[in-house]
């Protein structure tokens, strides 16, 4: 039972660059979300998508880009990163019921 | 803007001790989740507590909720040196998406064996 998996764990990358952050979870959830975490700012969404094909912005979508073409699998897209971006990064799912699913983040430096 | 805040940012306590923290919120809520953190991993999933519902409890976790001062508090009995974490308090108000949920700052709690 994988459940949900983040990867890559770490991840140092330049100003500039383009990084894609990998989400991928096993139980089918329909709903999928990424988040965020900072000191002084807590867990912020920053994009969520409730079922394929279907995602909407969250409270910090600027930067960032999503897509959702299969259930399972949630990436996360930097195009152009910042130093600003620097940051631990959570996937999460959920199905109907309200209980969140996290995986266990990301950590990105940009330099 | 954080829908809960939780009180207080920092907490330390000996082993054996109740730990007690605080959340309020802003709007009017279907329900409050409380979550852990370990450090340097994601979030688990503590309770959930309705907003029908006054107190529920969870092995050594008691939440509360009282919403006509939009405050909840998550009391951990008996702390143990593993219930070291943070603690988020998390909600979805009526008028969000049914699917979101806006966490708090959460409370850094330090049990010393």
């Known amino acids: 039972d994988a459940g949900i998996t983040q990867s890559p764990r770490y991840k140092i990358t330049e100003t500039g660059r383009q990084v894609t952050l990998m989400c991928h979870q096993t139980?089918?959830?329909?709903?999928m979300f990424w988040y965020r975490q900072d000191l002084g700012h807590g867990l912020r969404l920053i994009y969520y998508s409730a079922a394929a094909d279907i995602t909407d912005k969250g409270e910090v979508p600027d930067g960032y880009v999503v897509s959702r073409s299969k259930t399972e699998n949630f990436p996360l897209t930097l195009e152009s990163a910042t130093r600003s971006q620097t940051s631990v990064y959570f996937c999460a799912s959920r199905d109907d019921r309200p209980t969140q699913y996290f995986g266990p983040g990301t950590r990105l430096t940009v330099l | 803007s954080q829908q809960g805040e939780e009180d207080p940012q920092a907490l330390s306590i000996q082993e054996g001790e109740n730990a007690t923290m605080n959340c309020s919120y802003k709007t009017s809520i279907n329900n409050l989740q409380w979550y852990r953190q370990n450090s340097g991993r994601g979030l688990v999933h503590l309770i959930l507590?309705?907003?029908?519902?006054r107190e529920k409890h969870s092995g050594r976790l008691r939440v509360t909720l009282d919403t006509s001062k939009k405050s909840s508090s998550l009391l951990i009995t008996a702390s143990r040196a593993a219930d070291t974490a943070s603690y988020f308090c998390a909600s979805r108000g009526p008028g969000a998406g049914s699917y979101q949920l806006t966490f708090g700052k959460g409370t850094k709690l330090s049990v010393i064996p």
């Open positions: 139980w089918s959830h329909s709903y």
């Open positions: 507590i309705r907003s029908n519902e």
